[in-house]
């Protein structure tokens, strides 16, 4: 293998309030402490978050599908190669096999990731990307009773942790109140809401 290259593996995925509908997928530095954050849409998020899970669901979704008809045909799935990053986006290749000829095909990085999930398929980066974007995590060191240790031991913290709600500006917590609403989570949107209302209050109070 390319000694340019690092694997990678999926870690997990993270919510972002504020960038409305935005995801962040962590990726892991297979050998290493680096994390790699890909800021993914809902329907990928949701179709990561269904593999991570072990969650089948009543229909396959468009990963599912895909993977399915390329195992019909006799094509695999070699590997997921994050080879760019641009502007803000990683641009990545699948990179596929019917045992005689190997095609190479550009990929959202979202989509290559859900499949390669269902494939078990390894996921590689450039050791430049991942010195460009990656970061290591703060691993929480709390001198916690023995009796907590069980539940926080491996208790992790992304460096970009979500600002308090408090602290969104009011163009920000309207953005997000219109999410909320928009998914149907009227309990989170009820306490955005008492928030926005409470910084438009002190906003008057003081013209």
């Not at 962040?24 to 954050?37: F, S």
């Amino acid at each position: 293998m390319n000694s340019d290259r690092v694997r990678l593996k999926v870690m997990g995925i993270s919510y972002s309030q504020i960038q409305s509908g935005a995801y962040a997928l962590i990726l892991e530095e297979v050998g290493g402490p680096r994390r790699i954050p890909v800021v993914i849409g809902p329907d990928a998020a949701q179709s990561i978050a269904i593999k991570l899970e072990g969650i089948i669901p009543p229909r396959p979704l468009t990963h599912d599908l895909f993977v399915s008809f390329a195992r019909a045909f006799g094509v695999k799935l070699q590997e997921v190669f994050i080879y760019k990053f641009e502007d803000g986006i990683f641009s990545s290749e699948l990179t596929l096999t019917d045992g005689e000829r190997e095609v190479v095909l550009d990929s959202r990085t979202s989509d290559a990731i859900a499949i390669a999930l269902r494939t078990k398929t390894p996921i590689y980066t450039t050791k430049e990307i991942i010195e460009q974007t990656g970061f290591i995590m703060e691993i929480i060191n709390s001198e916690k009773p023995e009796e907590s240790v069980e539940s926080s031991a491996d208790e992790e913290e992304f460096p970009f942790q979500e600002p308090k709600i408090e602290n969104y500006t009011i163009e920000e917590l309207e953005r997000t109140l219109a999410h909320l609403i928009e998914i149907e989570d009227y309990e989170q949107a009820a306490k955005v809401n008492e928030v926005l209302n409470e910084k438009r209050k002190k906003i008057d109070n003081n013209e």
